[in-house]
């Protein structure tokens, strides 16, 4: 499978601008691929006034996700600002090129910013079954907590799509690796580039690894695409060698 990490800039609280870049970026694609993905909260970003962009699940944002899986052939992802039964979550969507849905609210709210205080939190992993691949997709601050995305359920491809800020790049790139190397699977992790209106800066190095933890591909501190194809039966191969997965614990997950 042929993924694609887009990494750019974000446009403060302007869902056109956001959607016009990323379908400027979409239509230079060059390669074929079966999977984009998005940065986190992606039309607007990281902003904790979602009164004052939410959209519903019919809103113009998530209708332009499914027109370009449509109109491309791919399936594509990112979160957003999605309010719903008078709660507004950080809403990860997941869309078939058929303009089918799944859905993943975010389920660890990054209190540092205050967001546990501005949105819900989720509580349902997901994954996602697409062209024979399992994909869990996660979002930003679940990366520091590898119990919720322990690999119990034998995926293949572990996503992360985030606003990751400079101070903190280190974590970024040591927790990534982490995570493909305890859950033996393939892990890309999508950020953004540029400044926001709060004065964060943020340093791209969105990637992709391997399942032993060997880097794949990295991008830079500016946008920049990058496409690269997933072997499963590489990695399948890998998992019977080593075998490590045999041995993880079982548990039960609680909020």
Same mark, same amino acid.
């Given at each position: ?12 609280? /302007?869902?056109? +601008? ?12 060059? @390669? ?21 962009? +939410? ?11 499914? +027109? ?40 660890? !709210? ?11 939190? *989720?509580? @349902?992993? !997901?994954?996602?079954?697409?062209? *024979? ?23 293949? !491809? ?15 790139? +040591? ?25 964060? /800066? ?11 933890? /060997? ?30 997965? /045999? ?9």
């Amino acid at each position: 499978m042929n993924i694609t990490l887009i990494q750019t800039a974000l446009q403060w609280e /302007n869902h056109e +601008a956001n959607r016009q870049n990323f379908t400027r970026i979409i239509n230079s694609i060059g @390669e074929h691929t079966d999977l984009v993905v998005l940065p986190e909260m992606f039309a607007t970003g990281f902003t904790m006034k979602p009164e004052l962009v +939410a959209e519903d699940m019919e809103g113009e944002t998530v209708q332009w996700m499914k +027109a370009i899986a449509s109109q491309k052939g791919f399936a594509i992802t990112g979160s957003l600002v999605i309010k719903e039964g008078g709660n507004y979550y950080n809403r990860l969507c997941f869309v078939y090129p058929d303009g089918s849905i799944k859905t993943y609210d975010k389920r660890h !709210l990054f209190t540092l910013a205050g967001e546990d205080k501005a949105y819900t939190s *989720g509580s @349902e992993k !997901l994954i996602v079954e697409y062209k *024979g691949w399992k994909i869990c997709p996660l979002v930003c601050y679940d990366l520091r907590f590898p119990a919720f995305s322990r690999n119990l359920e034998d995926y293949d !491809l572990l996503l992360y799509v985030a606003n990751w800020p400079s101070p903190r790049v280190l974590a970024w790139d +040591a927790l990534l690796k982490a995570r493909s190397i305890e859950n033996m699977c393939y892990t890309a992790g999508v950020n953004r580039v540029g400044q926001d209106e709060n004065g964060h /800066n943020y340093p791209g190095h969105s990637q992709v690894l391997d399942c032993l933890g /060997n880097e794949l591909a990295k991008a830079s501190d500016g946008e920049e695409v990058i496409t690269i194809s997933l072997d499963k039966e590489a990695m399948l191969q890998t998992r019977k060698r080593f075998g490590f997965l /045999n041995d993880r614990d079982t548990y039960t997950m609680v909020k």
